[in-house]
């Protein structure tokens, strides 16, 4: 059989909880659970307003510890946590910076516990979450555009909250292909089929730069006043510092939650987790794994740590490609300048894209957070508090040249004389 037949692929696809056409993300998620849960849906569909009217902590203090024994599949499971992810977050900032939530009501906390185990997520919206489980079609017979595209669940920060999420799960769709490349090139390592991998690193080339034309969207739906002064904070996590002797870089997550969260009835010490952020893509750390860029020291630290974010199918696939024999040692070895060629392309779409990514969050994450300083912090989101961290608690300026960084220098820089030509 060939090693990238459709019986191959599709077995790929099924191990790994993907689809040729939309990758990582949630095929047709549900936005309906039984009525036994009818307060998790009401709750997360009014999230926005029960926010803004402050009202979200009081009605969360008044609902009852529902077991989620009645959630009989992977999508009910997903939505579920979808739902009561939305409902913390927004619990947890409903008054802004200042006034975080300490504790989470075991009306969320024990049933998002229980939730989070069943599929091998921590209890936090995560990236996968609030991208990859987070769609509808307004049109269920149109096509997958973002006018096409809402929220299942959203949070204040109107058209630039939908614009955020919506733009990410289609950069993420967008990385569809590649991630069919990546599995062709895997498979065609094991046979030496040179063709193949070429082919399949092609594949992953033009993905990539799709990725970078889809993430361009980002500057016509998503306001960087409304996203930075309103909207991130709710997808911010409670995870101090780590990896103490790397303070310089990484002081702490999120100093507003420096302790981390209370989950009552789970346990009698805070827990400390990460919040939301393109760190927890599965598509980035699988190109990276298959290009075999290997970032060191506390960013790889980082980024391994965010593969825990990830469903358990997807974290695997990234751990499949990492333990295969070294893309780039074989292309060394081959002495084929077509090869060679094939994979510097990737690598430079690679870089390409993280060059984007850092100049868009410096439009919309360390620009708008100066502003907010020199004018004495008056938005009502995080204020100062994030101004040069991400979401996911990183350092965010040194992290995405660091990873920047560690990826250009895999460009092979002394090609191979032989092509295929020469040697016909």
Known sequence: MEPNSKETLQADFDTFDISEELGFLLKEPLSNLPDYYRVWI????????????????????????????LLSNHRELRLAHLALGFISMGYVWQEGQHAPA?????????????????????????????????WKLKDPTGDMEIE?????FSFP???????????????EMAASSGITGALEVMRAMKISDLIGIQKGLVKVTQSLKKMKETFKLMHNHVDP???????????????????????????????????????????????????????????????????CIQHEDVTGAFLTRMRDYMPPAHRQLIETLSVCPSLRDFILSQASSDLCQAYNSCVSALVDLRNYHLNTVTKYVIVPGNQARAMGCPLRGVGTALNTTGTGGSSIMVFLKSVRNTTQKLLILERPSTSRETEM
């Open 102 to 134: 300490q504790i989470l009501p075991k009306s969320l906390a024990w049933p998002y516990w229980l939730v989070s185990r069943r599929l091998g997520l921590p209890p936090i919206l995560t990236y996968a979450d609030s991208v990859l489980a987070n």
């Open 148 to 152: 096409n595209m809402d929220l299942i």
């Open 42 to 69: 009401d709750l997360a569909n009014n999230l926005t307003h029960l926010i803004e009217s402050r009202k979200l902590r009081d009605l969360v203090h008044k609902m009852l510890v529902l077991s989620p024994h």
């Open 225 to 291: 006043t409304a996203f930075h002064g309103t909207f991130r904070i709710f997808v911010s996590g409670w995870c101090r510092g780590w990896l103490p002797r790397y303070c310089a870089l990484w002081w702490r997550d999120n100093p507003m939650l420096p302790r981390g969260l209370l989950y009552e009835g789970v346990s009698n010490e805070p827990i400390l987790l990460s919040g939301g952020s393109a760190a927890q893509s599965s598509a980035i750390q699988c190109f990276d794994a298959l290009l």
């Open 157 to 171: 920060g109107g058209e630039s909250c939908r614009g955020f999420f919506i733009v990410s799960l289609l950069v």
